[in-house]
């Protein structure tokens, strides 16, 4: 008898978060996904996430769970990591705009960096030995990397500028 392995995401109804959700309940996993549809606050209505959450609950079916969690919130991150004891977690939620960034900078600081904490705090506390991944958009750099060239392929597009070949620096 095999163990369901079990995965949580955060911002699982976000464009990143939903795709890990997809893939990993593809392979078998169970998904416990935290999304409390902050996009829409940051951003209003036409940013709302509602429509992904749904989408996953009637794709996935038993394989989704939905937690209407905040990461900001410690204690109940706590008593989440505590009831779900995740075998890997996925950190996708995030306020993504830079240039939202700059004026809200409270709101983007108590997102980014203390709900990140949060929700390693939480992992550490419950003694899970899992992995942590943490995911984040391009447009935390804000639009430069909008400024590489780029070549159409067959399938998808390609770096064409060969300064990035290995890749693309931070700065």
Same mark, same amino acid.
């Given at each position: 008898c095999m163990m369901v392995k079990r995965l949580l995401v955060t911002g699982s109804s976000g464009l990143i978060g939903s795709e890990v959700c997809v893939h990993f309940a593809s392979k078998g996993w169970k998904?416990?996904?935290i999304d409390n549809n902050q996009r829409e606050? *940051? *951003?209003?209505?036409?940013g709302s996430t509602r429509w992904m959450q749904r @989408?996953?609950?009637?794709?996935?079916? $038993?394989s989704f769970v939905h937690h209407e969690v905040d990461i900001r919130d410690r204690l109940?991150?706590?008593?989440?990591?505590n009831e779900v004891r995740p075998d890997?977690?996925?950190h996708t939620a995030a306020q993504p705009s830079h240039d939202r960034a700059a004026t809200i900078p409270f709101q983007d600081f108590d997102t980014n960096a203390v709900g990140?904490?949060?929700?390693? $705090?939480?992992?550490? @506390?419950?003694g899970a030995d899992s992995p942590f991944v943490h995911m984040s958009t391009n447009k935390v750099y804000g639009d430069r990397p909008n400024l590489i060239s780029l070549k159409e392929g067959e399938t998808r597009w $390609?770096?064409?500028d060969p300064e990035f070949a290995d890749g693309i620096p931070e700065d």
């Open positions: 998904i416990h996904g606050v *940051f *951003f209003g209505q036409g @989408r996953l609950s009637d794709t996935l079916g $038993e109940c991150m706590l008593d989440l990591m890997a977690v996925v990140t904490l949060n929700v390693l $705090e939480a992992l550490k @506390r419950v $390609e770096i064409a």
